[in-house]
């Protein structure tokens, strides 16, 4: 077997990346949600929300430690395995990929260990602050490596110099076509998430009734909640298939499963696509569908994979597969809200166990649409790596071989399962174990506030 | 108008390296030490004199990383892919010495595993970071834009020696930084240590001051023509004042004294390998100015840094004060 030094590197990226997207999708909706927390409870004055936002802080202190981990190994994978990338892109990308960094630092520094540890510290409403400064700055970071990477989709606002991207424009540059699209579809993709995530560790516990008060109080607000924002976010995905579609076209044409450019061109519900034969194989369809929803009418032409050469092309499969899985899920997620907003119209919320087995179920379903998602993007974006600029092949470190890549992807699999195997062990028993019955209001001993996210879990027990 | 913000970058690169180095030096030296020391109640107190600040130094390092790749990408393109191993092997280490402060704590069964997991994670992270060190001082083979040599650069004899002298460097760090914030028998403990590790620190000081000029005539150049050397000779006359004064410190029962000598040395080298690579950024092909990023993409980053900067350093001098003082065995941050 040839041992192809890009295509191992990009196993290698898709493995780090996969492990550290699926933190920052649970912790940047997680922190916006202590903070209605914190919020209901400083205007309400009720415990239940004191009791559910320790009990959800401690498991964000394990989540966001486990991503700050496994992203301080990102910036050095630019470096490692891409170089001629970052040659090539370091003036427009660098500050992008520093000032994410900066603001995750100045965040750690400040507000993190207020809010992990602070909590008799400091007033309710500082405490307060730092948990919206600390949900503000997931949000920052968020918005800085999001920028970078639509940037990499839909390059703008540069001049080219040597056959590297030298910055004209930074508001151009940050504000690239697909940016807005990407922000807001990835953030509640993020929400949601949380959300799905929140709700079965929530029906697992009423299940077995324990802490009653909390769960019916969550289940409540989280029904509402994916109630509105499961279809914001599916009219957010057309939106953001149509700015693909403008953009790159290609793309589309490989989720769609397209082969020839048409008018009427249908919505394929399933296939096996046949990239030798270019034809789907088993095709089930709805004709014309497609141009509705891409072109708002039956006649609007789609372009087809046909249109680029077969170099030019995704490989079709991973992205059409993992299109129908994001689109699958996100219409489960539908059913389940609306399940549940029906059953609390009906008031049988509290009661119904089938309802609850349901939620149980789709706990990591945010997880696996985000990775479906990110998969779609990532994967239709070849074989470019700055779309239409730089090639895929063109930006792997020319020192590297083969042999280099599987040693250190066998070393990052090892490490990677036993340390975030043994985190996620301990945020699920943080999870089973569930809200404390009463708040500890002791004064700590003076000089008593680690700074450090993972211990946030035990400070607060 | 142009001004050259070079300069200004290599000032914010350095301090952010220098941070990193003296502050997770010596919670890292903690970690190599850590097996050493006489019983579970002692391993108990080292670790919780750095309990607080631990990952507080460790965002050091992501500034000088993110700081290279922006403010010099070209650097940053061509050092990295030659440090591919050694970096590798230096942020595993990172990952288990990180994690090992909590898991230690949790599951009394697992425990011996993780104290082994924070004594080996730190070992690997500093011997690797002295493997890079001693690589960046050997130069890199460069051809064109890239990096040319191979994966496996840094295994050779100078690299693997500045490697072992870093451990020796590191313990020297966390050893006084225990002389500092401990009492009793663990104190006398650290101090003995810490006497061993300086002199390893100074036996490597002393081999390196003589291979580097060896090797590298134009170092050698530097330091030893006309009119440089009356200046630079006070270079090597303070640092051995200051080993003077770190050693009699420990030899008179000092708190305080070791520790700031001991960062006095790491101060007196970093300037000295300063000295001999300027302006090299990438040794001994690309300089600061040819790596350095478009002005506009400097001054783009250099307004939220400045921004940022100060903040940082506020809060860090509080960290710090809030947990002046000795650490017993009773304080636990737990």
């Known amino acids: 077997m040839e041992l192809d030094p890009v295509f191992l590197s990009r196993v290698q990226f898709a493995f780090v990346i996969a492990f550290h997207i699926l933190l920052p999708a649970f912790t940047v909706g997680l922190a916006s949600f202590i903070v209605l927390l914190e919020g209901l409870h400083l205007f309400r004055r009720n415990p239940v929300y004191l009791r559910l936002s320790v009990f959800w802080t401690r498991i964000f202190a394990v989540s966001f430690g486990m991503g700050v981990v496994s992203g301080i190994v990102m910036p050095f994978q630019f470096g490692t395995n891409w170089s001629r990338y970052t040659d090539a892109t370091g003036n427009v990308l660098g500050p992008l990929f520093a000032y994410e960094g900066l603001v995750a630092f100045f965040l750690e520094a400040g507000f993190l260990g207020i809010m992990l540890f602070g909590r008799k510290r400091v007033p309710a409403w500082a405490h307060f602050f730092s948990s919206i400064m600390v949900a503000a700055g997931t949000l920052f970071s968020s918005f800085w490596i999001l920028a970078a990477n639509s940037w990499m989709q839909t390059p703008v606002g540069h001049e080219v110099v040597d056959g590297r991207y030298v910055p004209a424009d930074w508001l151009t540059i940050i504000f690239n076509p697909s940016f807005p699209y990407r922000l807001v579809h990835t953030v509640t993709g993020f929400y949601l998430t949380t959300a799905f995530a929140v709700l079965g560790v929530t029906a697992w516990h009423l299940k077995r009734g324990r802490h009653v008060d909390e769960a019916r109080t969550v289940l409540d607000m989280t029904v509402i909640f994916i109630a509105i924002f499961v279809p914001i976010q599916i009219i957010a995905g057309d939106f953001h298939g149509i700015n693909t579609l403008h953009h790159q076209p290609v793309k589309l044409a490989a989720m769609e499963g397209l082969w020839d450019t048409q008018a009427r061109a249908p919505a394929v519900l399933f296939a096996i696509p046949d990239e030798k034969a270019e034809r789907n194989r088993a095709e089930v369809s709805i004709p014309a569908l497609a141009s509705i929803y891409l072109g708002h009418s039956t006649d609007a032409v789609i372009k087809g994979l046909k249109e680029a050469a077969p170099a030019e092309r995704p490989p079709v499969a991973p992205v059409f597969y993992a299109f129908r899985i994001m689109v699958g899920i996100g219409l489960l997620m539908l059913a389940t809200a609306y399940w549940g907003l029906l059953l609390r119209i009906r008031g049988r919320l509290h009661t119904t166990s089938t309802y609850q087995n349901a939620c149980i179920a789709m706990l990591p379903a945010g997880f696996v649409a985000v990775l479906a998602g990110w998969t779609v993007t990532e994967v239709g974006r070849q074989p470019w790596v700055v779309y239409g600029l730089l090639r895929t092949r063109d930006a792997v470190s020319p020192s590297l071989t083969g042999s280099d890549v599987i040693m250190s992807i066998a070393l990052y699999v090892v490490v990677y399962l036993i340390v975030f195997g043994s985190g996620i062990f301990y945020m699920a028993r943080l999870a089973r174990a569930g809200p404390p019955e009463h708040v500890e209001t002791r004064e700590p001993t003076l000089g008593e506030r680690p700074a450090r996210p993972l211990s946030g879990a035990e400070a607060e027990a | ?334």
């Open chain 2, 1 to 334: 108008m142009h001004i050259d913000l070079v300069p200004i970058w290599t000032l914010i690169l350095g301090v952010s390296v220098f941070m990193y180095v003296l502050l997770d030096g010596f919670d890292l030296g903690i970690g190599i030490l850590y097996p050493m020391a006489h019983g579970d109640d002692a391993r108990s107190v080292m670790m919780n004199t750095i309990a607080p600040i631990w990952d507080g130094n460790e965002t050091w390092l992501i500034m000088g990383g993110m700081g290279l790749l922006a403010a010099f990408p070209l650097a940053f393109a061509i050092i990295v892919p030659a440090l591919y191993f050694p970096l590798l092997l230096m942020l595993l280490g990172l990952i288990f010495r990180g994690v090992a402060f909590e898991f230690r704590l949790k599951k009394t069964s697992h425990r011996r595993w993780w104290d082994l997991s924070f004594f080996a994670g730190s070992t690997a992270a500093t011997f690797f970071q002295g493997v890079v060190l001693g690589m960046y001082v050997e130069g890199f083979t460069v051809t064109g834009r890239a990096f040319s040599g191979t994966s496996f650069d840094w295994a050779r004899p100078f690299p693997l020696a500045t490697g072992v002298g870093l451990l020796f460097g590191y313990a020297m760090l966390g050893a006084t930084w225990l002389v500092m914030k401990t009492e009793g028998d663990l104190q006398q403990w650290a101090r003995r240590c810490a006497l061993i590790a300086l002199y390893g620190v100074l036996a490597f000081i002393a081999m390196v001051s003589v291979v580097t000029p060896i090797l590298h005539p134009q170092i050698a150049e530097r330091w030893f023509s006309t009119p440089n050397i009356y200046y630079l000779a006070l270079v090597p006359l303070i640092t051995a004042a200051i080993a003077l004064i770190a050693w009699r410190a420990l030899r008179r029962n000092a708190d305080y004294m070791p520790f700031i000598g001991a960062m006095g040395l790491f101060a007196m080298c970093y300037l000295g390998l300063g000295i001999s690579l300027f302006p090299y950024v990438v040794p001994y092909s690309v300089t600061l100015w040819d790596a350095a990023a478009v002005p506009s993409a400097q001054m783009f980053l250099l307004i939220g840094t400045l921004f940022l900067l100060p903040i940082i350093f506020m809060y860090l001098g509080w960290s710090y004060y809030v947990f002046r003082g000795k650490v017993t065995a009773d304080v636990a941050y737990h």
